[in-house]
């Protein structure tokens, strides 16, 4: 299977726990994203990396979340002392660019991603 | 600020009918606007992608334009079919590599 894959694909934890989600991109993709979903709405961007560097990252992402890219390949992306808020649906999606301009940003290809409860 | 919105938030049509999805974005200056579906609980699977130069792309039954000048987008599906059941995602991809979503239409074809 050569598409995005994310592990868990759900997780059940308890208020003030911690959890750490992993996505592995289709391997000759450079761009990793990370994006939530909560019921009803469309998905949110949350960060995203080019090759190991973290370009940017949005004001949703709080102190609690932080995501790492360490080699280039696969990410995780961990949420400390979770919140019932957090509850969500975290996808992760990759792509290939050429520049880091948007102009040549290819389709981005979306995991099936993590459905996470917070209890 | 960016917004997209998709009208209607839902959508019940019968089998075999043509039906039209449409998006709206408030800056036009966007790349791209892709199109998703999205079935429950799932992720999303991508159905076409117009670039900022192109005004439209078809793909079997479905057919998508872009209006950048107006802010619109129009998903087109000919021929609906239960199979079609699904949350269809509209997202414009800005200038600063970022996508925005829209909240989707939810679209449901009666057998």
């Known amino acids: 299977d050569t598409g995005v894959s994310q592990n868990p694909r759900h997780k059940i934890t308890k208020r003030g726990q911690n959890v750490t989600f992993r996505c592995d991109p289709i391997?000759?993709?450079?761009?990793l994203y990370w994006y939530r979903q909560t019921l009803g709405q469309g998905p949110e961007f949350l960060t995203y990396f080019q090759n190991e560097a973290q370009l940017e990252k949005s004001r949703l992402l709080s102190d609690r979340f932080s995501a790492e890219r360490p080699k280039g390949s696969f990410s995780t992306l961990e949420i400390q002392r979770t919140e019932q808020g957090d509850s969500a649906m975290y996808l992760c999606a990759s792509s290939f660019s050429r520049t880091t301009g948007s102009a040549f940003t290819e389709t981005q290809y979306f995991g099936p991603g993590t459905r996470l409860l917070v209890l | 600020k960016q917004e997209v919105t998709q009208i209607p938030a839902a959508l019940s049509v019968p089998e075999g009918e043509n039906l039209v999805l449409n998006c709206s974005f408030t800056d036009s200056a966007i790349y791209n606007l892709q199109w998703f579906r999205q079935d429950p609980g799932k992720g999303l699977t991508s159905l076409l992608l117009i670039q900022s130069s192109q005004r439209e792309q078809t793909s079997g039954r479905l057919n998508a334009s872009l209006d950048k000048s107006s802010g619109r987008s129009t998903l087109y599906i000919a021929a609906s079919q239960p199979g079609d059941s699904a949350t269809y995602l509209c997202?414009?991809?800005?200038?600063?590599?970022?996508?925005?979503f829209g909240k989707g239409t939810r679209l449901h074809i009666l057998p």
């Open positions: 391997s000759e993709h450079n761009r």
């Open positions: 997202a414009a991809y800005l200038r600063d590599d970022k996508i925005i």
